[in-house]
């Protein structure tokens, strides 16, 4: 199982960057999926979370700027970013829950993490 996390790049304060996370290999199913992102010297705090049934959670500081969302049919997450401030800087990484076969147990996978750079 592999995710693979693009979209990043450098956006001046104000604009908007779209994340992608598209999961491969052997899937049974993928329940929750999820935005981490880590800036230098700080810990990876949760941005933004969707269930398989499509229910999302957002930390307090993206509420009303960012938007996750998936396509079941197609293993993919996004995560709409818009209003980008300098503290938005950080590396991104996706984040799924899943099971590769029936009856297996859920573990957690990791995307490699794309960079985010927002510039004042």
């Keep these: 199982v592999q995710l693979q996390a693009s979209g990043g790049g ?3 304060a104000g604009g908007s960057l779209r994340l992608s996370c598209v999961v491969s290999g052997s ?5 929750a999926m999820g935005w981490y992102r880590q800036a230098p010297g700080r810990r990876r705090e949760l941005v ?3 269930t398989s049934g499509g229910s999302t959670t957002y930390t307090d500081s993206v509420k009303g700027r960012f938007t996750i969302s998936r396509d079941n049919t197609k293993n993919t997450m996004y995560l709409q970013m818009n209003s980008l ?4 800087t950080a590396t991104y ?3 799924a829950d899943l099971a590769i076969r029936a009856g297996a147990i ?3 996978y990791w995307g ?3 960079l985010v750079t ?3």
Aim: charged residues 15%; hydrophobic residues 35%; contains cysteine.
């Design 10 to 12: 450098l956006v001046q």
């Design 27 to 31: 899937i049974f199913a993928i329940y």
């Design 48 to 50: 933004a979370a969707i």
């Design 85 to 88: 401030k300098p503290e938005d």
């Design 93 to 95: 990484y996706c984040n």
């Design 106 to 108: 859920r573990s957690q």
């Design 112 to 114: 490699q993490g794309t």
């Design 118 to 120: 927002v510039s004042s």
